[in-house]
């Protein structure tokens, strides 16, 4: 099993209360030769467990321990109020306490692996520190990015900026608020969860379509559903919501990697999002022929996480 790392967050995201994040360390084989760091933060729904699902006698499932076979560390975030950190008590989280939260995790993550004070295996490591993000993962690494740069490039997977172009994104403060209460009420119906509960769990049933496409074994969808995570309802509603991250994703100037699934994802046109990253350097695009939203558990995912093993070689370096 991946150690454990715990970071203090308290200060930066501000709520005036103490605030830990955990996450979990994944090491190559040889970890005298390692290529990379890739910081990875799941979608709503899920903690950690998106990375590495353990599948009884269904193997393969585990994104970490595939790119640490190839010379990658891996360390899963789990998001303020999501797995093992801190609790949402208090006020409700807004996807800005998140992304303060992590980018404050991923910082002390750099700097632990420079330093050599990551894990008591690794030595100290000046390698490419990549950013890989699903769904609201990914949106919150787009905006950890903008505010903190902490990435030299960013895989940015199931998550749509094109959806922008196809609704009416006034950037007015009200019209935005407005997108996310129907964006809110959205969740509260997918969690069945009445106005005054600010975390839920997702009704999986419901979303069954949009996470697996129909050839998923039902085991891995058992033990997907048995490991799931509360949703932070309004932080959720906020990273669905058309235009709320345009500000961000338009500060994006490190090599980008899109992904999506053919059979349904969140993309209304995979194939406009790369459009979206005018100032990256390099944009690339990969749509997973018979994947649906939840890449990692489907039938092909392996032919996703070798296109973004061929990719980050040169996109790494050219971010440095």
């Given amino acids: 099993m991946p150690d454990i790392l715990t970071v203090d967050v308290s200060g930066p995201v501000g709520l005036g209360r103490p605030l830990r994040q955990t996450a979990r360390v994944f090491l190559p084989e040889d970890a005298a030769q390692v290529h990379g760091v890739l910081c990875c933060l799941p979608g709503g729904s899920y903690d950690w467990h998106y990375w590495h699902l353990d599948v009884p006698g269904h193997h393969g499932y585990s994104f970490a321990e595939h790119f640490a076979s190839i010379g990658y560390v891996v ?3 789990d998001h303020l109020g999501i797995g093992e950190s801190s609790p949402a008590d208090g006020p409700p989280l807004r996807l800005d306490h998140l992304a303060r939260g992590d980018a404050a995790a991923v910082s002390e993550i750099r700097e632990r692996a420079k330093s050599g004070a990551l894990h008591a295996e690794l030595p100290p490591v000046d390698v490419p520190f990549v950013g890989v993000g699903h769904s609201m993962g990914a949106c919150l690494t787009v905006m950890v990015q903008a505010q903190q740069r902490c990435y030299d490039a960013v895989v940015l997977l199931g998550y749509s900026a094109a959806v922008d172009n196809v609704f009416d994104t006034d950037t007015a403060a009200g019209a935005l608020e407005e997108r996310i209460a129907t964006s809110a009420a959205g969740v509260r119906a997918l ?3 009445p106005a005054d509960v600010e ?23 058992a033990a997907d559903t048995a490991v799931q995570a509360w949703t932070p309802i ?17 500060n994006i100037d490190v090599p980008v990697f899109l992904g999506f699934g053919d059979a349904v994802d969140l993309s209304p046109d995979p194939w406009a999002e790369p459009a979206s990253y005018r100032r990256a ?6 749509v997973l022929t018979g994947s649906s939203h939840c890449h990692n558990f489907s039938t092909p995912r392996a032919r996703l996480w070798d296109r973004i093993a061929a990719w980050l070689p040169a996109a790494g370096r050219s971010g440095l």
Avoid: H, K, N, Q
């Fill in 199 to 221: 975390v839920a769990m997702v009704d999986r049933s419901l979303v069954r379509g949009l996470f697996y496409a129909d050839d998923v074994p039902e085991p891995v969808i």
């Fill in 191 to 193: 969690c069945g969860a």
């Fill in 281 to 286: 350097s390099d944009v690339t695009l990969f």
């Fill in 234 to 250: 309004y932080a959720s509603a906020e990273a669905a919501a058309p235009g709320y991250a345009t500000r961000y994703i338009e």
């Fill in 75 to 77: 360390v899963t975030v």
